[in-house]
């Protein structure tokens, strides 16, 4: 069974940095390219960053040179470092397969960027 589960979310003042860290269950870590994803209150979840088995990276404009995605295949983890960070940041934020895999979205970890 496939199980993600997200940490490193917390409160921060705009311009901070978080690292965010998503620890893999089960052997579909390592042939899947993996992803954060993002939901505001009010808003449809949104993926912020993407790393291919072999990784490739990308990112949308709205997080491009702030957030850096990688993996760690032999722990079976996806880590996202965010910088710069801006009160829009603010989210819960998910890991899960890119395309994502319903059943296999976890609790995530809430990001406040506040002042």
């Known amino acids: 069974q496939v199980q993600f589960v997200e940490s490193g979310g917390g409160v921060v003042q705009p311009g901070g940095s978080l690292r965010l860290s998503c620890v893999a269950s089960g052997s579909l870590f390592t042939s899947a390219s993996m992803g954060w994803y993002r939901q505001a209150p009010g808003k449809q979840r949104d993926l912020v960053a993407r790393?291919?088995?072999?990784?490739?990276?990308n990112y949308p404009d709205s997080v491009k040179g702030r957030f850096t995605i990688s993996r760690d295949n032999t722990k079976n983890t996806v880590s996202l470092q965010m910088n710069s960070l801006k009160p829009e940041d603010t989210a819960i934020y998910f890991c899960n397969t890119k395309p994502p895999i319903r059943v296999y979205w976890g609790q995530g970890t809430q990001v406040t960027v506040s002042s």
């Open positions: 790393i291919t088995r072999s990784g490739i990276r």
